[in-house]
């Protein structure tokens, strides 16, 4: 270690981020990772609670007059996903910027940068959900309508409103959803991975409690879910405002005589992008395959019902990265290019394992995983209606096994994937990461899902993700190789011409080496 690295280390020592250069890579990615991929799973039951209980609905509404008031709620809100998916996405991005760099900082002994950083992290979040209240009075209904017709719905006016309701709610209240994950993620970049898990157990558990007072007990139907939601979300958020206000942290986020610096703001959006765009990219991809499916009956409702179940796969996942990017990150920023290697080795090891479970699972029994979104008949429904329901669900479990295991195929290689678009943002390689995003999530996978509608009709489609991940990890591997490579030689090359700590100026952009050897 050089002398430069020691001194930073002394002026650092008592930082809950010291974790991540000392401890056993083993122990440290269980403790980073086990509480997010805690969290991560709870998320995946917030996902699926309010559709189990839509579709469980079994009393009338007034001015209801359609058969499948179950079926039809679900749908509503399976239309709106892609909208919901889109705020998920912008909070991500910002956080994982925010992770990123607050982590690199601090790994580098920078605490003064890494302070900035999360503050102009919270400023984004709050210019965000501003942009998200103006969506909400502008872009709802004419969003819902786009996707509802007779063939997907039995009551086309009951969908378009209740649709319009539950997306208008969402959008206007989505500060508390983009304020959590702003705050998770930097509290996670400081090592501290207790307190999301502790906010993502508590908005949960909030929503699932609210869902069955407000939908059964209340039978407030859609506007219960929706309500329940976003109420579950800012509870979320106020644990993460109280911690930070009450509780010392590695990183301050107070705004008092902060000044605002378009380099920060670059440097979130740059590191963040993308994951903004991997996860706003599921929202436009599911968008246009909404668009292919809205001529089939059960299309958009087969693919909402396969993203609620296949969440509890890659959920775990999406934890084990959210542990896994601070340690990368700070590793990359020490120049500790071993303990980097160990982590990224092991983390691959364990998001193949979750896969390959996963895969097994959507394989074996894909019709017990659909069963769960099947509708319940209304208390005062007709022989005929009864009749009618049954064959529909029917219908609906057969076609989502089906998309159920051709879609699973492509779990294993969306590990390899995930982990290399995550290791790609922790050594400040966005555009590549960004390519390999756009790569895997349109531009492989839009061409082939029109190509296989067009041959093979919705059971083709389907075939289209596996195609668009095993394409993405053979092209980008090698790319990510390369760049792993070149990033670790630039950051040698800081350490030796002292360019890192407290007192030096950000250097963010790789130093051209004028050796040619």
Known sequence: MTEDKEITVEQNSGLQSDKMRNTKIGKLLLTMSLPAIFSMLVQALYNIVDSLFLTGIDYSVKGYLGSNIGGDS?????????????????????????????????????????NKCA??????????????IILAFTVSRPFVEAFVNPKNATDVD??????????????????????DITLARILQATGNMKIPMITQLVGALTNIALD??????????????????????????AIDLIVFFTKKQDVSISLKGFKPSKHYFARIAKIGAPALIMNAMGSVITIIM????????????VLSAYFKVQSFVFMPVFGLMQGTMPILSYNYGANEKKRFNDTFKLALFIA??????????FQLCPELLMSIFKSKPSADATAEQLAELEAKNAVFVTEGAY???CISIAFIPAAFSVLIINMLQSINCPV?????????????????????????????????????????????SPFALRDYKKQFKYKAQQYEQHLLGDTAEPVETPIETTNNN
């Open 74 to 114: 679900f749908l509503a809100v399976s239309i709106v996903m892609p909208m919901t998916m889109l705020v998920v996405a912008v909070g991500i991005g910002i956080g994982v910027g925010a992770n990123a760099y607050v982590a690199r900082k601090l790994g580098e002994g920078n605490q003064q940068n890494a």
């Open 119 to 132: 503050k102009t992290a919270v400023i984004m979040a709050l210019c965000a959900w501003a942009v998200m």
């Open 158 to 179: 009951y969908v378009v409103k209740q649709g319009t309701l539950y997306l208008t709610i969402y959008l206007a209240l989505s500060g508390g959803v983009i304020i």
């Open 212 to 237: 069955a007072l407000f939908i059964m007990a209340f039978k407030w139907g859609v506007l219960g879910a929706i309500l329940a939601t976003v109420i579950g979300q800012w509870a979320a958020a």
């Open 290 to 301: 909404n668009v292919m499916l809205t001529g089939y009956d059960n299309g958009i409702a």
């Open 352 to 361: 193949l394992g979750v896969m390959a479970v996963g895969t097994l699972l």
């Open 403 to 405: 998309a159920f295991r």
């Open 432 to 476: 590549s990461s960004l390519l390999m995003s756009l790569s895997r999530q349109l531009i492989f996978l839009i061409p082939s899902a029109i190509l296989f509608n067009y041959l093979w009709q919705m059971n083709g489609i389907w075939f289209c993700y596996p195609f668009a991940e095993i394409l993405a990890v053979i092209v980008y």
